[in-house]
Each structure stands twice: as structure tokens, then as C-alpha cells.
């Protein structure tokens, strides 16, 4: 398998990076928004299935943002975990003392993240 | 922001052009969903300049993928030396919250004499924060006009994202690392903040507590392939769980 790889690497030059993305990257993740498709036209809004498939696809979500937020990649792993969840609560906070303003969270929780940053590099 | 929560009733919605309401979404996407995606998407574009590809290929990862956790997947695999195949593995597994996200914002797009490829555009355009805002604006509109407002807002977004790509690519190394933190925390921030404020009941926010508090425990346990769909599915379905024995409860 990689030696076919390999040739075919070889053989599309420059353009094997637009072929990495689109069969390594684009078709595995667009796969599911089809079947998705397909599989959903025929359920019914109230029926039981439905019911549970949404709140697994609430919890599915939640799950990538943990994780990003818990064994973050790059820059943000320079962040301690205390400064990550600290301003996560900080921005909710701030949402929820401010008649809901999603702006005003996320401008609140970023500069508690960044005042997180400066405390730990100092 | 939901103004199209005072717009006609749904029988003389349809004297407009759908276009209009394509519009009307792009304007509301023109801000914090905007703004959000284009900082999640930077630091794509830099980790495609790290690998030595060209910026059009980053680019192309935002506007095909769609999808950051999947694209920062695939171009660290790469950057790590994984073969392409168990790379590709990887996106499948971690994409596969794609399928119970479009399936739940599908009814609230679909009608009847909607062409099959109205549909596959809208789930292309779904992603974290075209869903979480779908699932929190559509359900006040009138039906017929939630599918242009969703494409017209999903494409601004997608957009966007796709420029801020080729604009990391340039812009990723050239930043201080504290900065750069702060733009990778702009995802988790904006699905928190948006999140807790959309949950009109406590049962709306049980799966996302329970699968937050899960995550670590199945990196634990099943190891970081299958943490975030073992999190995502026992989280979500103890929730449905605890939802269904509630309606029970009320019929009686």
C-alpha cells in the first residue's frame, strides 16, 4: 500500500497535495454528511430514534471540544489546565451576567485565557 | 440577530425570492460566527505551511473538509510521518459526529419537494458552529424559508474560514505564542459560551455536561482513538436516557 503510494506521489507531482486532501481528508469526513442525508429523509421528527440521535450528536460535539480544551495541540498546551478551565468559566459567566451575551463571553473568556498565559510565563 | 424571527408567516413567505433570505443569513453570519471560525481556521493554514504544502491545498481542506478537528488531524499525522491510510482512519472516526448532527438539523430544513441536492449542500455546510447556530435560529423561522437563510449563513461561514486559512498560512508563524493559544482557544470558548446560552431547559445541557465530564475518563480508558466517540455516545445517551424517563413521567 505505500509503495502504491509512494508511485502515485511521484506520478501527480505538485499536484498530490490537493489529491491527499481530497481522498485522505474531504471523503472520509463528507461520507457521513451523505449517509447522514439518506439516512435521515425518512425518519420522523418525533419519533424515539430521533430523539436520541440528537442529544448523541450534542454530546459528540461537546466531546471534540473537551478535548481540544483538555490535551490541546500546539500553542494552547502552553496554557495550564487551571489558566484553559478557569477561562471557560469566566467567559460563561460573564454570558450569563450579561442577559446572555455571547460576545461579551467569548471576549471575557479570551482575555482570561491570555491573562492565564502571562501569569504562567511570568 | 434573529431577524428573521418577525418575518411573514410561512404561507406568504413564499412571495419572496429565496434569495432574499439567503441574504438575510449571510448578513447574521457577518459577525461573531464569522469571526469565530476564522480564528478556529488560522491555525489550519499554519500547520499546512508547516508540512511544505501549498496554500491552496490548506485552503482547500477548509472549503472540502469543513471540518477543523479533522483537518488538524490529518496535516499533524502527516507532519508526524503517519501513513496517509491510518491518517485517513483518523478523520473517519473523528468525523463521525457528522452523521447525528445532520440527521438532526435535517427536519428542520426538509420539506417534501425539496431536490435531494438542496440537502447534500446544506449537510456539507454543517460544522460546529453553522450547527449549534442552525439548531438555535431555525426553529423560530417559518419552514420554507430555513433552507436559503441556512445556506446563505453556512456559505458566509464557510467562506470566511477559507480565506482566514490562506491568511494563517501567512500569519501562524509570524504570531507570539501566546496569541496564537488564544486563537486556538476560540473554538472551545465560542461552543461553551454559545452553548450554556442557548440550553433553554437543564435537560438541553445534561449531554454536554456528561459528555465533557467523560472525555477524560475515556482517553483513560479506550486511549485517544475512540475517547470522542465512546464520550459522545455514552454521554448523549445517558441524556436521552434521563429525557425519556422524564416524558414518561409528564404523559402519565
Redesign the interface.
Known sequence: MSGWIASLEYATGGLWPYLVVVIFGFLPTEVWRVIGVFAGKGLNENSEIFHWVRFVATGLVTAVVAKLLLSPQGALAMIPLWGRLGAIAIGVGVMLATKRSIALGLIAGELALLGAGFLAAA | MLSMSSAAPSDSANDLSPFVYALNGAKDAFG?PAV?ICFSLV?VGGLARDIG??M??GM??SA????G????L?F?S?ATGT???V???A??F???????????I??LI?DPRRP?WH??LA??L?A?TN??EGMRRLPDMPKTIRFPYFCGFGIVVLLCGTVATGVGYFLVGALP?????????????????????SARRWI?AL??V???V???L??FLVG?DY???A???????L??GV??LLRRRAAL
Not at chain 2, 472540502?64 to 471540518?67: D, E, Q
Not at chain 2, 473523528?94 to 438532526?104: D, E, G, K, N, V
Open positions: 461573531l469565530t491555525g504544502y501549498p491552496l491545498a482547500l481542506s472540502l473538509m469543513w471540518a478537528p479533522a483537518q488538524v490529518l499533524g502527516i501513513a496517509l491510510p491518517a485517513a482512519i478523520v473517519l473523528s468525523s463521525l459526529r457528522f452523521l447525528p448532527m445532520t440527521i438532526a435535517l427536519p426538509n435531494v440537502l447534500l449537510a456539507h454543517v460546529i450547527w449549534v505564542a501566546i496569541f496564537a493559544a488564544a486563537l486556538l482557544f476560540t473554538t472551545p470558548m465560542f461552543f461553551s459560551v454559545n452553548l450554556a446560552g438541553d449531554p454536554i456528561l459528555a465533557a467523560f472525555t477524560p475515556a482517553t485517544t475517547d470522542l466517540v464520550a459522545g455516545l455514552i454521554g448523549g445517551t441524556a436521552y429525557d425519556r
